[in-house]
């Protein structure tokens, strides 16, 4: 973030220098030294500007690192509550030596070493999307890169901008084929997006699986200390620490990271002290164990059963892919930081300490964490563990709430409300619905069950399916973003294939045993998904097929055979070119339109964040008398469209800056072919606010806009909400032309139609659609689109409620689609 900083300070430094030498060389004959005076201090001043920036840089990611405990690494350091009491449930009870222990120790040490540390703290978090990390990330990567996209409404213009080329340039020539294959096929790409979704879904499960987990398994250490409560007690104060988590989350990541992380610290610190304590007390020579010796002799030992176990130690890597996923939150760099220097020998060492402690204490499994305690510490220790485990909670669920945000930009999941949290990252959201959703379900899995081992095999089958999911896409990057060899890429997938293949095939063991959970989520969420995006998509081809024709509007005239009164109608559509056939339906309906159309299509593309000087692309619609044009307000899929009150005035600036470009640039105009769209032309806001197009004058107050108001009704309404809200001070601003004796005739007379619709009001207009299926669809569509995509939209936030527009100013056009 700040490398940029210091290169233009240095670039500055640099261009300064032959002026300061230049100025200098006139007085070389008289002051002599002045030279050699100067560049030293030039070099310490570059010097100096470096060291701070990269200070700034490194207590920026060391504070990063602090709140990514609180967030990320929860779920990854409360594991050892529950992984040695998985492994040995079942047949390996039968199996409970010195030897088959060490072995146990040896599979978790090198799982953790190999998943979280080689692959994704090397490898995987390299894979960033500007940034961003998931499932989402990893296929917006792809669809620029390789156009896997299926998303509508794109175009080339899209490609221009400055975040869409991120990622490894060069070309090579080794994928070409398989690139050609996959952009060929539609097929492919579908089969894409479904694994991607499917990825998306495991992930949603986790957030349900792991709460339910994590504070069931740290509140069995109080039904060992104190008997005389009885396990439905238990599990009533489980499902309040439940309930009290998910209440936090409106906080924001930035205050539960915080609140959270210095109880991750001190639990780290504790059980990395208990671990070492065990070994040193119990059994040293588990430091034999880290060779993979052991391993060897574990299967040897337990065969068959030794298989269906690593469903036990894989989860001492759940929550692994939630350091990919939170990655927005923070940064790679504070992410390898937290893990590799903290959490993963505090993990180590403990899992060592248990094994150690249970090589001698054998009947001490079912409860191997809280045995292994010592008696006097062991109150703190609990309350410490269920504190943590709350914790352990937090990761998944801020993960969940990054993956749906991206799912709904992309056109993949019902319209949420979206709160950003934090005025500083723009990464961190809370969104309510989902957020109580989990609640539900997670209060549904704890009481259905009220097992950890059976949660756990969900758990451990989600979490494997999200991690088989990513290594196949961090190859397509690999070998379409990075441009890496073919050959390299696939012995990447091929070996961590073969360790996740291994543990997922045993977790597929254990879906009668409560993995089917895992499975019927993620049946449910991709179903939601699918339903959403063919219905969206649907729609979409509807309004794409069913465009109103240029001519027929050109042939009416400027008027458009309608009376055009005084003001601005934003009319917003989904098309990127072409006229929507709403507005034929609204013409046809009434008789009057405003003088100004203006044609908004707000879209999501494949990058993560637009910037503000590339959101706008302006254009126009027919020659210049209809007075008619069309705006794209192009977002990224983790943007958040806030309300900040002058997007009408940004969209007029942005308006008329064009009108004076298009004098200027012929090309821009359509007067050449005045049957099609006008070309578009990029906006910015820098260059709105810079040039002089219009004179801006700002006021505040209430008074005058309801003075200026014809309607008496309309007055009224607005002086009581003056009276009851005194502290709104409302923002007005008014335009003028500047004197500019120069200007053309015709771009002064639109410019003052422009300004003259602005004062007279602005109305958004938009249709209130309803979707059908064609009555010769078969029974399928009919139920997917009548039934299930009309649910959706009908318990979703409507457009106009995500899009910000005032109430007061909509205007609904009634809309029936038979797709």
Partial sequence: MYQGDIERMQHNVEQSRPSSAGGAQDSIITVGQEEQVEQPQLERKKRKLASKFRLVDISRNLLLAYQSLGVVYGDLSTSPLYVYKSIFMGKLQDYQTPEIIFGAF???????????????????LNADDNGEGGTFALYSLLCRHAKFSLLTNQQAADEELSAYKYGFAGQSTSCSALKRFLEKHRKSRTIVLIVVLLGACMVIGDGILTPALSVISAMSGIKAAAEHLSHGEVLVLSCLILVGLFALQHSGTHRVGFLFAPIVIIWLISIFGFGLYNIIFWNPKIVYALSPNYIIKFFRETGKHGWISLGGVLLSVAGTEAMFADLGHFTSCSMRIAFSFLVYPCLVVQYMGQAAFLSKNLASIPNSFYNSIPDSVYWPVFVIATLASVVGSQSIITATFSIVKQLN?????????????????????????????????????????????????AYGLACMTSMFITTFLITLVMVFVWQRNIILATCFLLFFWFIEGVYLSSAFIKIPQGGWVSLVLAFVFLTVMFVWHYGTRKKYNFDLHNKVPLKWLLGMGPSLGIVRVPGIGLVYSELVTGVPSIFSHFLTNLPAFHSVLVFLCVKSVPVPYVSPEERFLIGRICPRPYRMYRCIVRYGYKDIQRDDGDFEDLLIQSIAEFIQMEAVEPQLSSSESPSLDGRMAVISKKIVQSTSTLIVSEDFGMRDSIQSSKSLTLQSLRSAYADENPQIRRRRVRFQLPENPGMDPAVKDELQDLIRAKEAGVAYIMGHSYVKARRSSSFLKKFVVDIGYSFLRKNCRGPAVVLNIPQISLIEVGMIYHV
């Fill in 106 to 124: 040896s599979l978790i040490f090198w799982t953790i070493t190999l998943i979280p540390l080689l692959k994704y703290v090397l490898i995987v």
């Fill in 409 to 457: 930009a992309l056109g993949c999941f019902p319209r949420v409300k979206i709160v950003h949290t934090s005025k500083h990252v723009k990464g961190q959201i809370y969104i309510p619905e989902i957020n109580w959703i989990l609640m539900i379900l997670t209060l549904s899995v704890a009481i259905g069950f009220q097992d950890t081992i059976l949660i756990g095999n």
